[in-house]
């Protein structure tokens, strides 16, 4: 649901207002009377997860490119965090754009509920923030007294596309395993939930899920002790692309790659070659460029006066070897 209108603005505006619109409570920041800024351009900071994990490598190319397209209308900065599990850095990060007096922030939250605190800081400081891929927990944005607009994909039907493909090449009763994203996102855990839509309706067998933090490596190790333990895995669902290397890997290493069919979800570089040759069944193209570039769009628009609340849905495709 998306809502765009033009606000205006006068005495006796506050510099932040709550409007209550609609029904289901979806509450809309207002942006009224903003801080006067020193900079002649808008300064637009991008807060990312992983720069180790090729999806964000992508996001930060797209967002790069696109600043460079547009260098004379904002000034643009992008960050990342070492790993995952690295969220100091990102609330270091946002308190760096504050303090800086950044115009907007456009953040990819490696924790959905943390991240809120921070982030609500931004807002009472009058910078504009875009929360873009991973939305902030409802229940955590209420209690810092904030309320965002999502721009993202719909992560657990993404991952229902991935399992139901799975689920028909396995047919019913085919024996599967989990790779889980990191806990504390809410992508993770909508990922996880479109697993188990497509196991429940393909009559799938789960034999375990256990998260491997979206990381590569602890991936490996975690497939490895499934192989272990399970000698009769089938089919394996990873939330995501970097987990679904290690799983390969593991494969390789146990001479598996091929037998055992695997599903990833970012559609990263190095999958497509594996999803060619069959060493992966399929993954999930969520554009994560597109959804950076976005981001600073919706953000600029923002401040320039536009409102948005609710979840604006970014585009999700099923990737398999015919169209790779």
């Not at 609609?22 to 920041?29: D, K, L, R």
């Not at 390789?252 to 559609?267: L, P, R």
């Not at 409102?307 to 169209?323: C, H, P, Y």
């Amino acid at each position: 649901m998306t809502k765009s209108t033009h606000q205006t603005s006068g005495t006796g505006i506050s510099r932040r207002q709550i409007v209550l619109a609609g029904a289901a409570g979806t509450i809309t920041i207002m942006t009224g009377l903003r801080p006067t800024r020193a900079a002649s351009k808008p300064k637009v900071g991008l807060v990312m997860k992983s720069l180790s994990n090729e999806f964000f490598k992508q996001m930060q190319a797209g967002a790069d490119k696109y600043a460079a397209e547009n260098k004379d209308k904002f000034d643009f900065k992008a960050v990342g965090m070492k790993d995952e599990r690295d969220f100091a850095a990102q609330v270091d990060a946002v308190e760096n754009f504050i303090t800086q007096k950044y115009d907007i922030i456009v953040v990819a939250p490696a924790d959905s509920k943390a991240m809120a605190t921070p982030l609500a800081k931004a807002v009472k400081a009058g910078i504009v923030v875009v929360n873009i891929d991973v939305p902030l927990d409802a229940g955590a944005k209420k209690a810092a007294g904030i309320d965002l607009a999502f721009f993202g994909p719909d992560n657990q039907a993404g991952a229902k596309l991935a399992g139901d493909a799975l689920a028909k090449a396995l047919g019913a009763g085919g024996k599967v395993v989990i790779l889980e994203g990191n806990p504390e996102a809410d992508n993770a855990k909508q990922r996880k939930q479109g697993f188990m839509d497509s196991i429940a309706e393909g009559k799938l067998q789960l034999l375990d899920s256990k998260t491997a933090h979206w990381e590569t490596e602890e991936a490996n190790t975690l497939m490895t002790n499934f192989l272990t333990k399970y000698q009769d895995i089938q089919g394996v669902m990873a939330a995501n692309d970097s987990m679904a290397l290690g799983v390969v890997k593991a494969l390789d290493a146990t001479g598996k790659s091929g037998k055992i069919k695997v599903v990833g979800f970012d559609n990263i570089p190095p999958v497509q070659p594996l999803i060619k040759n069959g060493k992966m069944l399929a993954t999930v193209e969520q554009f994560g460029a597109e959804m950076a570039v976005n981001g600073v769009k919706y953000g600029l628009r923002q401040l320039a006066g536009e409102k948005f609340s609710g979840w604006i849905k970014t585009d999700i495709k099923l990737i398999e070897a015919n169209n790779v």
